[in-house]
């Protein structure tokens, strides 16, 4: 599936004379958007392949890979149970915009502690899983894994091979580490992380294949799911002036990076940029809910 690449008209890329083109993935589908319809794609197809029914994953309170596994695994008629972090949500979820629109979707929940949560991946906490729900075909946090890589290669067609920049958000890098793959030797691909970490490399590393990217590391703006004032009206005025709808957690940190890179001259003028919309737009409504108790201006 490819979708359109928007050109994107401000008047500091006339001043600096370059050229930013957006690409749209998350139009991809309303609920299953963006790079998470990537990720998934293949590991759908591997899970029918191998007869199991039931797709099992983990995720926090406003996660884009559980709404979207939930979406998925709906209209590909498999069950979906999803590993929620934090036991305080058992009878709250309700008020949550992304647990209620998976719970709408069929997911079954087992909300876990924190502590928990963190030995998710350990062999005993899989063994119990698989005691208390029967067997299931894991996808892990973040949804990233050989098969995730091998969808994400897929953002790029032949129409990109003019740019000389790919941009994209990373979280767990497996969006990045598909694009790295796709990209030709002449282009470069930029990671934007939206949260700190020295790990990343290195996990970009286990799936990429080439040695044409660089991570930008200055605009995680405090960690994940951390954000100023000054992030979300940058959401908030991007969407005015681009009709493009960002949010705080992904996009608008790489999109706000990406625009103050340009105004402090990094690119070479001419240069011709390509930032990848990875999607995320359900997170929104959850998002406006943590603004308000922040006393944070809302998100449109
Ligand atoms: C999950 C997500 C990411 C992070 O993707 P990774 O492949 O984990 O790096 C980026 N943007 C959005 C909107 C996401 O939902």
């Given at each position: 599936?490819?979708?359109?690449?928007?050109?994107?008209?401000?008047?500091?890329?006339?001043?600096?004379?370059?050229s930013?083109?957006?690409?749209?993935?998350?139009?991809?589908?309303p609920l299953?958007?963006?790079n998470?319809?990537?990720?998934l794609k293949y590991?759908?197809?591997e899970?029918?392949k191998?007869?199991?029914?039931?797709?099992?994953t983990f995720?926090?309170?406003?996660?884009?890979?559980?709404a979207?596994?939930a979406?998925?695994?709906?209209e590909?008629?498999?069950?979906?149970?999803g590993?929620?972090r934090?036991?305080?949500l058992v009878?709250?979820w309700?008020?949550?915009?992304?647990?209620?629109?998976a719970k709408?979707?069929g997911m079954?929940?087992h909300?876990v502690?924190?502590?928990?949560?963190?030995?998710k991946?350990?062999?005993?906490?899989?063994?119990?899983?698989k005691?208390?729900?029967?067997?299931?075909?894991?996808?892990?946090?973040g949804g990233?894994?050989?098969?995730?890589?091998?969808g994400c290669?897929?953002?790029?067609?032949?129409k990109?091979v003019?740019?000389?920049i790919i941009?994209?958000?990373?979280?767990?890098?497996?969006?990045?580490?598909?694009?790295i793959?796709?990209a030709?030797?002449?282009?470069?691909?930029l990671?934007f992380?939206?949260l700190?970490?020295?790990?990343?490399?290195n996990?970009?590393?286990?799936?990429a294949?080439?040695?044409n990217?660089?991570?930008?590391s200055?605009?995680?703006?405090?960690?994940?799911?951390?954000?100023?004032?000054e992030?979300?009206?940058?959401v908030?005025?991007?969407?005015?002036?681009?009709?493009?709808p960002?949010?705080p957690i992904y996009?608008?940190?790489?999109?706000?990076g990406?625009l103050?890179l340009?105004?402090?001259?990094?690119f070479?003028k001419?240069?011709?940029?390509?930032?990848?919309h990875?999607?995320?737009?359900q997170?929104?409504?959850g998002?406006n809910?943590v603004?308000?108790?922040?006393?944070?201006?809302?998100?449109?």
């Open positions: 599936m490819n979708v359109a690449n928007q050109k994107i008209d401000l008047p500091l890329l006339d001043e600096k004379g370059i930013l083109f957006v690409k749209r993935e998350d139009t991809i589908h299953i958007s963006g998470k319809y990537r990720k590991n759908i197809q899970a029918k191998k007869s199991v029914s039931t797709l099992l995720g926090g309170a406003y996660s884009n890979h559980i979207a596994t979406c998925a695994g709906k590909q008629e498999l069950k979906t149970i590993v929620i934090g036991e305080e009878g709250k309700r008020a949550n915009p992304t647990l209620k629109l709408e979707h079954r929940f909300f502690s924190r502590e928990n949560y963190r030995k991946e350990a062999p005993e906490f899989l063994k119990a899983l005691k208390k729900f029967g067997d299931f075909y894991l996808i892990p946090e990233t894994n050989e098969l995730a890589v091998k290669k897929e953002i790029l067609n032949a990109d003019n740019f000389d941009c994209s958000c990373v979280g767990t890098g497996g969006t990045l580490a598909g694009l793959n796709a030709r030797p002449n282009q470069t691909v990671g992380p939206a700190k970490g020295d790990f990343l490399k996990d970009i590393r286990k799936f294949q080439n040695e990217w660089e991570l930008i200055d605009y995680h703006f405090g960690g994940y799911a951390k954000f100023t004032a992030l979300v009206n940058f908030s005025d991007f969407k005015v002036q681009t009709e493009i960002l949010e996009t608008g940190k790489l999109f706000y990406l103050d340009i105004s402090k001259d990094y070479k001419g240069t011709k940029i390509l930032a990848i990875s999607g995320g737009l997170g929104i409504s998002m809910i603004l308000k108790e922040k006393n944070l201006p809302q998100l449109k």
